[in-house]
């Protein structure tokens, strides 16, 4: 397994949850990575992404605010702090590897998946 996403389950509506996402170092080494979203019946949704050196951070107008991407110094390891979670947060939660040091909100411009991670948001 080259992306090992873990940290989903379920919470209530105003609570955090911290999802990681462990790559082996050949993938992940001097690229960007990201996390993205799939609801039930929706596309996969761009929720945040940083830089191959932990600068470089975007996020999501709709989670600006509430999460925070951060990866580890050895750089293999990306996390997503998710606070003040809502509803409409429930999702799969997916960890992306990107083909380049700097990557957007395309998820096309991501090329290896984790298996995704489930957060459910109770109201």
């Known amino acids: 397994v080259q992306l090992q996403a873990s940290g989903g389950g379920l919470v209530q509506a105003g609570g955090s949850l911290r999802l990681s996402c462990a790559g082996t170092?050949?993938?992940?080494?001097?690229?960007?990575m990201g996390w993205f979203r799939q609801a039930p019946g929706k596309e996969r949704e761009f929720v945040a992404t940083?830089?191959?050196?932990?600068?470089?951070?975007r996020y999501a107008e709709s989670v600006e605010g509430r999460f925070t991407i951060s990866r580890d110094y050895a750089g293999d390891t990306v996390y997503l702090q998710m606070n003040r979670l809502k509803p409409e947060d429930t999702a799969v939660y997916y960890c992306?590897?990107?083909?380049?040091?700097?990557?957007?909100?395309?998820?096309?411009?991501?090329?290896?998946w984790g298996q995704g991670t489930l957060v459910t948001v109770s109201s």
């Open positions: 992306g590897v990107a083909r380049k040091a700097l990557a957007g909100g395309d998820r096309h411009d991501y090329r290896y």
């Open positions: 170092r050949r993938i992940v080494s001097n690229n960007a």
């Open positions: 940083i830089g191959w050196n932990g600068g470089h951070t």
